[in-house]
């Protein structure tokens, strides 16, 4: 797949220079805004084009928990396009490209549509327009239940189009432009048709660096003349396609605001913008019937979402998906966890994926590290109970049912992950003080051993039989003596050994010692020197000197 030059425009977002490709079909030569577009997509570039698989290394299973929690989270990004994704972008490819078969910028029916609109503006009068324009707009809705991804999949689809395009010269003319390929809005809260145009203005300023809510988000300004002027900007920038999702929005407007909205819609496609319309059930009654003839005379038809069948595609998107486990004892996939992840999902792959993470987090962090069948059953029997009205609504396939968990409160997925990351975090802390103190332990045994080793040295025990008898004294009862216990303990029982034990022949030579790091050796050549037994083992690095960071715990 070629790439497209990028760019920043002044003031603006990032946009891709213009490289006007020759077109197979003929109703798209000789017009530089499909021209500017990338190439039609076959069924196996748009595959390669939408799929997303993040980056994963298998050595990553052995990094610290608190880090893998961060590294599952990459499962998000992860996109596996199934035949109606495919559909999808092949819908809106044409439907962009339709679009701009009578919007040429070279065609004066443009200019002089651009100028009566221009004309409505200043008469605040929408319906001026002469109709002058051929529109060839088209129309189309996709509807779905919430969280079942129709929001994901146009995001990817219309990640396959460049959003912003920039033309300076087309054809040995002049022709400095800024096409804005799509545009992606939410229907206002309220289904209010001013809340769509400001947020409208809105974008087109962060994207262009316009100042079109300056001049026209003004609440004093008439809707009569912001409808108008909206249109007015998705022409002059040359909008391939507008994008309205939430449009059940509309169910809450008030008497009569559903209607102004569609009848705003169907305006604007009128103008030779194609609409997209995206919503859940509640949105049905205020669809059916409008946009009718754009839907007709496009051929799109309308997209409804359902929950995937267990079939080859949800296969397809599982097997994808299980190959990043970040857990130190990966499994195999399954038919149970087909199964079980199908069943507890309802069939919704945003729900599944959401669910593979949440059990990846659980095993991490509860330290088993194995993702299981009954442990992804408990963590959506814990974490799922706020959606499981509209999952099993889904699974009744009852429209009625669903249409009535449409604001079905979402997953709260990064609160589970923040408290699982507290909970690893917490017992890494615990880990850490725990071996600190080992260590702190192990420390002052070791000087209270080798302090107890040298007094009784001082005392003419033979640093063999010290350090035995030291060794005794601790491992019986170490813990309930100090040092002055330890050194007087096992002085006794240097006394009893020395009285039990025959009476050496003949004295050790000092010729005999041939171990330099024996003990006695150092201890006598020291007292030669005058230096103390303490002294001595020091100078050999017998003794740790541990006094300086001895309470230093980190």
């Known amino acids: 797949m070629e790439k497209q030059n990028k760019v920043i425009i002044p003031n603006g977002g990032e946009a891709v220079m213009a490289e006007y490709k020759e077109q197979e079909v003929m109703e798209y030569r000789n017009n530089p805004f499909i021209e500017a577009l990338p190439p039609i997509l076959s069924k196996e570039e748009a595959i390669d084009k939408l799929a997303y698989y993040p980056p994963f290394n298998e050595s990553e299973r052995?990094?610290?928990?608190?880090?893998?929690?961060?590294?599952?989270?990459?499962?998000?990004?992860?996109?596996?396009?199934?035949?109606?994704?495919?559909?999808?972008?092949?819908?809106?490819?044409?439907?962009?490209?339709?679009?701009?078969?009578?919007?040429?910028?070279?065609?004066?029916?443009?200019?002089?549509?651009?100028?009566?609109?221009?004309?409505?503006?200043?008469?605040?009068?929408?319906?001026?327009?002469?109709?002058?324009?051929?529109?060839?707009?088209?129309?189309?809705?996709?509807l779905g239940p919430s969280g079942i991804g129709k929001s994901r999949m146009i995001n990817v689809v219309l990640s396959a189009l460049p959003q912003l395009i920039v033309h300076s010269r087309y054809k040995n003319n002049d022709f400095n432009m800024y096409q804005l390929v799509w545009l992606k809005l939410d229907c206002s809260f309220d289904g209010n048709i001013k809340g769509v145009c400001i947020d409208a203005y809105r974008s087109l300023d962060s994207l262009l660096g316009t100042s079109y809510y300056k001049r026209?988000?003004?609440?004093?300004?008439?809707?009569?003349?912001?409808?108008?002027?909206?249109?007015?900007?998705?022409?002059?920038?040359?909008?391939?396609?507008?994008?309205?999702?939430?449009?059940?929005?509309?169910?809450?407007?008030?008497?009569?605001?559903?209607?102004?909205?569609?009848?705003?819609?169907?305006?604007?496609?009128?103008?030779?913008?194609?609409?997209?319309?995206?919503?859940?059930?509640?949105?049905?009654?205020?669809?059916?019937?409008?946009?009718?003839?754009?839907?007709r005379g496009s051929g799109q038809g309308d997209m409804v979402i359902e929950?995937?069948?267990?079939?080859?595609?949800?296969?397809?998107?599982?097997?994808?998906?299980?190959?990043?486990?970040?857990?130190?004892?990966?499994?195999?996939?399954?038919?149970?966890?087909?199964?079980?992840?199908?069943?507890?999902?309802?069939?919704?792959?945003?729900?599944?994926?959401?669910?593979?993470?949440?059990?990846?987090?659980?095993?991490?962090?509860?330290?088993?590290?194995?993702?299981?069948?009954?442990?992804?059953?408990?963590?959506?029997?814990?974490?799922?109970?706020?959606?499981?009205?509209?999952?099993?609504?889904?699974?009744?396939?009852?429209?009625?049912?669903?249409?009535?968990?449409?604001?079905?409160?979402?997953?709260?997925i990064e609160g589970f992950i923040n408290q699982e990351f507290a909970t690893v975090s917490m017992n890494d802390k615990i880990?850490?003080?725990?071996?600190?103190?080992k260590k702190q332990e192990k420390d002052w045994k070791e000087n209270v051993r080798e302090q107890a080793i040298l007094k009784l040295i001082e005392l003419d025990v033979e640093p063999a039989k010290a350090k035995k008898c030291v060794d005794s004294v601790m491992k019986k009862q170490g813990q309930e003596l100090d040092i002055k216990g330890i050194v007087k303990e096992a002085f006794k029982l240097s006394i009893n050994i020395a009285e039990s034990a025959p009476q050496p022949t003949k004295k050790p030579k000092k010729m005999e010692l041939q171990n330099k790091q024996d003990l006695r050796l150092i201890v006598s050549e020291g007292k030669e020197k005058g230096v103390s037994a303490h002294e001595s083992l020091k100078e050999k690095g017998i003794i740790k000197v541990i006094e300086n960071d001895f309470f230093n715990v980190g």
Do not use: C
Not at 111 to 128: F, P, R, T, W
Not at 431 to 437: C, L, N, R, S
């Open 62 to 142: 052995n990094l610290d928990s608190h880090i893998r929690l961060h590294l599952v989270q990459r499962l998000f990004q992860y996109y596996q396009p199934i035949f109606q994704t495919l559909d999808l972008e092949s819908r809106v490819s044409r439907m962009v490209r339709m679009g701009y078969v009578h919007r040429n910028p070279f065609n004066p029916e443009f200019a002089k549509g651009l100028h009566e609109n221009y004309k409505s503006i200043l008469n605040a009068n929408i319906d001026m327009y002469n109709g002058s324009l051929k529109s060839t707009s088209s129309a189309m809705t996709i």
């Open 216 to 295: 026209f988000g003004s609440a004093r300004m008439p809707i009569a003349s912001m409808q108008p002027a909206l249109s007015q900007m998705l022409r002059v920038h040359g909008v391939g396609l507008l994008v309205i999702d939430e449009v059940q929005s509309l169910s809450v407007a008030k008497s009569g605001g559903a209607e102004k909205m569609m009848n705003f819609f169907h305006y604007l496609s009128n103008m030779g913008t194609p609409i997209l319309l995206i919503g859940t059930p509640k949105a049905l009654p205020y669809l059916r019937g409008d946009l009718r003839q754009a839907r």
């Open 307 to 412: 929950r995937m069948k267990k079939d080859l595609n949800w296969d397809l998107i599982l097997e994808g998906m299980w190959d990043y486990q970040w857990v130190r004892k990966p499994t195999a996939l399954t038919q149970e966890f087909k199964d079980t992840l199908y069943d507890e999902s309802g069939g919704i792959t945003d729900i599944a994926i959401k669910l593979f993470v949440m059990a990846q987090v659980k095993a991490i962090s509860s330290g088993k590290e194995e993702i299981t069948p009954p442990l992804i059953r408990k963590v959506a029997r814990e974490n799922l109970q706020l959606i499981q009205p509209m999952i099993n609504a889904i699974r009744s396939g009852d429209i009625k049912a669903i249409s009535r968990y449409e604001d079905i409160t979402p997953i709260d």
């Open 431 to 437: 880990k850490e003080i725990q071996k600190a103190k």
